[in-house]
C-alpha cells in the first residue's frame, strides 16, 4: 500500500498546467453516480501519480480533504507578466494590442472566431507568447510553442492573459 507522506500534491491554481485544467474541466462532466472514481481521477491529476488509488480509502480522503484551491475560482490578475518561463522557452508577451503586429492580429481574431472553448487557449495565447529572441511567427514551429504552453503555462497565468487581452480588443481596436 502507498504511503500518503510520499505523495506530492498542487496546492493552488498556480501549480495546474492549462493541460491539466483542462483535463479537470472533462472530468465535471462525468456522471455524478461515480463521485469516488471522479475524485481518484483528480487526484491523479494533482499529484501526478497514475496509482494514487493504491492509497487506503481514509488516506485517500485526508488527501482529497486537502485539495481546497478546487472550491475556489481561479485568480485574476489586472496585468500580465511582460515575461513567462517554460523549460523550453522563455516568453515575451507585450501588452498592449495596439502594438501587435497586423500578422497577429489576423491570426488572433481568426483563432477567437474558429474556437470551440477552452480547448483552444494555448492557440490563441501563442499569439501573445513569443519566443524571446524571435519575432512573431518567424523562425519558431508554432505547433511546439502551443504545445509547450498547454504544458508549461499554468491556469492563472494563462486566465490573466487572455481576459487582458479579450478586454483590450474590445476597447482598443
Known amino acids: 500500500m502507498k504511503e ?20 479537470l474541466i472533462q472530468l465535471q462532466e462525468v456522471n455524478d453516480d461515480f463521485q469516488l472514481a471522479r475524485e481518484v481521477e ?3 491529476i494533482l499529484t501526478g ?34 515575461s513567462y518561463d517554460t523549460p523550453k522557452f522563455k516568453y515575451i508577451i507585450k501588452p498592449d494590442l495596439t502594438k501587435l503586429t497586423t500578422a497577429q492580429y489576423i491570426d488572433y481574431t481568426n483563432y477567437v472566431k474558429k474556437s470551440e472553448g477552452l480547448e483552444d ?3 490563441i495565447l501563442s499569439v501573445f507568447f513569443i ?33 487582458f487581452f479579450e478586454l483590450q480588443s474590445q476597447t482598443c481596436i
Open 42 to 44: 483528480i487526484m491523479k
Open 4 to 23: 500518503n507522506k510520499d505523495i506530492k500534491l498542487k496546492n493552488s491554481w498556480h501549480e495546474i498546467t492549462i493541460s491539466e485544467f483542462l483535463q
Open 121 to 123: 487557449l494555448s492557440k
Open 49 to 82: 501519480d497514475p496509482n494514487i488509488d493504491d492509497l487506503s480509502l481514509p488516506e485517500f480522503k485526508q488527501l482529497m480533504n486537502k485539495v481546497t484551491f478546487m472550491n475556489q475560482p481561479i485568480p485574476e490578475t489586472i496585468h500580465p507578466p511582460k
Open 131 to 163: 519566443p524571446k529572441g524571435f519575432e512573431y511567427g518567424e523562425g519558431y514551429d508554432i505547433e511546439e510553442v502551443i504545445e509547450d504552453i498547454e504544458n508549461n503555462v499554468d491556469i492563472v497565468t494563462a486566465s490573466s492573459v487572455a481576459s
